[in-house]
């Protein structure tokens, strides 16, 4: 799983080597990097999104995402629909309008990170390459970071886990090559990652979680909570695709 826009390229950063990056306003190149750009939102990051814009998700995704199916995995991938000017619409003289909400791609930057699934229930395993787009003056700045110190800085940890849980669906060892979802696979995909208002009556069913396989506690939990709603939604989709679901 990529967790950023466009192909994976940059150099490799080892995990304890730092680099001299810092964005601010001021820069000439201020709120340059948030136009013409692939910006792919993970069901995480539209959770986020939407939670920020106080909308409804039907409304979100109608006004603010385009569709398309990942050209690797075949998946369906949303990212953020760009103005007729190829701007991000959350964009602002003042800078981003979703700072605190914004996507996992704007928030690492200026790295990239990509990650596959641990074998044998080890963590996952993930690589961060640095992106040095031109003109970006961040990298002229003298302030010296982590991996680690940037990880924290952009609070990325709950994305991250997110993000890594969506990848054991991603990345099914059973998924054979590029998936090819029909139209009611792809409506149950949008619904249990993305619109969960669509999502929750069909958790909240009779017999749910005796089908599925999750427990009461666990089932009360996600129809209290979105973030744990999304969490349910990923084991649902694994078992319905991929034949097991957990049970916790
Ligand atoms: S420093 Fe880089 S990331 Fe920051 S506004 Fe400029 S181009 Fe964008
Ligand atoms: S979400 Fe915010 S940071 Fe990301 S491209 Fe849009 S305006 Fe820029």
Not at 24 to 34: E, I, K, M, Q, V
Not at 174 to 196: C, K, P, W
Not at 216 to 229: N, S, T
Request: proline residues 8%; contains cysteine.
């Amino acid at each position: 799983m990529i967790e950023t826009s466009g192909e994976l390229q940059g150099r490799p950063l080892a995990p304890d080597q730092s680099f001299c990056f810092a964005c601010r306003p001021g820069l000439a190149c201020f709120n340059s990097c948030c136009t013409g750009k692939r910006l792919p939102l993970l069901p995480y990051d539209f959770l986020r999104l939407r939670q920020a814009l106080d909308l409804p998700a039907a409304e979100v995704l109608s006004r603010h995402v385009e569709l398309e199916a990942d050209p690797v995995s075949g998946w369906p991938a949303l990212r953020i629909k760009l103005t007729p000017e190829g701007a991000c619409p959350f964009v602002s003289e003042q800078g981003c309008a979703v700072y605190l909400d914004r996507p996992t791609c704007c928030r690492i930057y200026p790295l990239a990170r990509a990650v596959r699934p641990g074998k044998g229930g080890r963590p996952p395993r993930e690589v961060f390459l640095r992106q040095d787009t031109p003109g970006c003056l961040g990298w002229d700045q003298p302030e010296e970071l982590t991996i680690a110190a940037w990880t924290l800085d952009q609070g990325l940890a709950p994305y991250q886990a997110a993000n890594n849980q969506a990848m054991g669906l991603f990345m099914h060892p059973a998924r054979q090559g590029e998936v090819s979802l029909n139209d009611q696979q792809t409506h149950a995909f949008i619904s249990a990652l993305y619109n969960l208002e669509a999502f929750r009556p069909l958790a909240a069913s009779p017999g749910f979680g005796e089908k599925f396989g999750f427990s009461q506690e666990r089932l009360a939990e996600a129809l209290a909570d979105d973030e744990a709603l999304l969490s349910l939604g990923v084991d649902w989709l694994t078992g319905v695709f991929f034949g097991k679901t957990k049970t916790e």
